[in-house]
Structure formats: structure tokens, C-alpha cells
């Protein structure tokens, strides 16, 4: 929600600050379909319809059908401050063949999609000449050197990796370790430790900190959650709980080797690969091989 409220002043401001610029001119581009994700159900709509309401478009939203009632939600709330339906329109379907045609008519001027990467190349082949803006998620990973804060850099990773159960664009998927990192038997340790300490539950009991899934895993995840490929070991066994196919506690794969599944899959989910560079230079070569990603972290006390 305040990420939400940040969202409504930026735009606003920067809507004012725009037309202030001389020797610019701004216009609307007309009709902005927004396409928000389930993992931010209030601050992601409500930053896209902010935006292209602030730039004078008028606005469809389309929510992930797993947090239609939020978008509801916050449609309401731009309603209640006096923007018009005609305006703002909230569509609420889980039919594919709808999303298709509605981001494949020609009246729409500009499709604003934060979503998987194959949703958005899905869109550009039905309408090449979409003007998508697009934020996709990726195989993001955290690089640890030799002179890096050890224990806070297993602070961040472990809430990076699980929290919200790894169901973030930005979390933290891999873990890529300077060799003596990699080989510093206390590291693994406060590694696993703190991983296994973390409580996996029901989201509504306030000590947990691994918390269900959406959905079932998806093929990738479900793989991930499973099965070792050659060169891997369990450093810690990830474990589906309370018979619930949805739960599921963190799971660190040690010894994932270059060009594995592991490496350049998005989980989407509580499984973290772990792997070795010679150094920095090795080590962000990795992170590049994966051909995509979001975010990069990087621990270290060297300037």
C-alpha cells in the first residue's frame, strides 16, 4: 500500500514537472492496457493506472486472475477520488483467448505488462508491432567475495531467496561464491542453519516467514523442488509440509555447475543454486550466462 500511495505521487509529479519543460510538448497516446501480476496485487496496477491516467490516456486493466479482487480494489479507489469509469475500466477474466484479443486490437495504444518473460513474447508475436512496456522476471542472482560481510550477506540472501516464498521477480534465485567463500565450512553452515530456521506456514500466523505458494509448483519449480543433476547435492532438502501441495520449506542445492537446468531456469519458488567462481570476474560471467534477469546483488567490503 505505501508503495502504492509512492506510485500515485511520483506520477502526479512528474505529469506536473513534464509540462513545465519548455520546448516540450505531451500528449496522451489514448488507450493503455495495464496488465499487473498476482505478486504485487496493489502496488503494481496501481502504478501502471496511475501513470497512464496521469499522461491524460484513458485505461483498462486487466488483472492476474489470482488477485482480481485486489485490482477490483483499487480500481474502487480511483473511482471513489472521481476518476470516471469511462476512464478506467476494470476487466476481470482468466480466459486466455480474452487477454489475446483484447491486447491484440488495434485501438490499444500501449500495453503496460509486469509478468513472465513468455507472457510478453506471447504478446509480441500475436501483434509485432505492439508498443509493449514490459517488466519481466528473470534468474536473478547474489554474489558473495572473499571480503564481503559474511553473516549480513546470509541475512540478505536468505530473505531475498524465501521470503514470500522466492515468488518475487527480484528474489534472489542463485548464489554465486568467490572460492573461498565456496570452501569456508562455517558460511555453509550459517548458510543451512538460518535457511532451516526460517518457519514455513500459513500466511495468516505472524511467525512465519516462508509462506504457500500461489499455486502448485509449475513443471520448472516442481523439477527444482526434486531433483539433483550431476555435480549437486542437497545442502538442505526443500520438504512439502502438512500434506499441502502448496508448501513448501527452502531447499539449497550446493555444487550447481555451469549451464545446468538449476542455472538457467526461473523457479519461481523456495530453491536456491549455489555455485562456485575463481572470482569476480568468473562469478559475473555466470550471473551473464543465464541471458536474463531482473536484479543482481553483490556483497563485498572492497569499494
Known amino acids: 500500500v505505501s508503495e502504492a500511495v509512492d506510485f500515485i505521487e511520483y506520477y502526479v509529479r512528474s505529469a506536473r514537472a513534464y509540462r513545465t519543460l519548455e ?4 500528449k496522451p497516446l489514448g488507450l493503455v492496457v495495464v496488465v499487473p501480476p498476482w505478486n504485487f496485487p496493489v502496488a503494481i496496477p496501481c502504478g ?9 490516456n484513458t485505461v483498462i486493466v486487466k488483472p492476474s ?32 483467448a480474452d487477454a489475446a484479443r483484447l491486447v491484440g486490437d488495434e485501438r490499444v495504444q500501449r500495453v503496460v505488462l509486469t509478468g513472465g518473460t513468455e507472457t510478453a513474447f506471447a504478446m509480441l508475436k500475436q ?26 550477506a546470509v541475512k540478505c540472501v536468505l530473505q531475498s531467496a524465501f521470503g514470500h516464498s522466492g515468488q518475487k521477480c527480484s528474489a534472489t534465485s542463485l548464489l554465486i561464491l568467490e572460492d573461498e567463500v565456496y570452501n569456508d565450512p562455517a558460511f555453509r553452515t ?6 532451516r530456521s526460517l518457519k514455513t506456514g500459513s500466511a495468516w500466523d505472524p511467525a512465519t516467514r516462508v509462506n504457500p505458494l500461489v499455486r502448485p ?15 549437486e547435492e542437497w545442502a538442505l532438502r526443500p520438504e512439502r509440509l502438512e500434506h499441502n501441495d502448496c508448501l513448501w520449506s527452502p531447499g539449497i542445492k550446493w555444487g550447481v555447475q555451469p549451464g545446468s537446468f538449476t542455472h538457467m531456469t526461473e523457479f519461481f519458488g523456495p530453491v536456491l543454486g549455489v555455485l562456485r567462481a575463481k572470482d569476480l570476474d568468473e562469478a559475473i560471467d555466470l ?17
Open 23 to 26: 520546448g516540450v510538448e505531451a
Open 48 to 56: 501502471g493506472i496511475a501513470a497512464a491516467l496521469a499522461a491524460g
Open 65 to 96: 486472475p489470482d488477485a482480481l479482487l485486489c485490482g477490483y480494489l483499487v480500481c474502487q479507489c480511483f473511482w471513489d477520488a472521481g476518476v470516471p469509469k469511462e476512464a478506467l475500466q476494470f476487466i476481470p477474466t482468466a480466459s486466455v
Open 127 to 152: 501483434r509485432p508491432d505492439l508498443p509493449l512496456l514490459a517488466e519481466t522476471g528473470g534468474k536473478n542472482a547474489t554474489i558473495v567475495t572473499a571480503m564481503a560481510d559474511r553473516e549480513l
Open 190 to 195: 550459517m548458510l543451512v542453519d538460518g535457511a
Open 217 to 231: 509448483p509449475s513443471a520448472k519449480l516442481d523439477r527444482g523442488l526434486k531433483e539433483l543433476e550431476q555435480g
Open 287 to 303: 550471473v551473464h550466462q543465464t541471458g536474463f534477469g531482473l536484479t543482481s546483488g553483490l556483497h563485498s567490503l572492497d569499494d
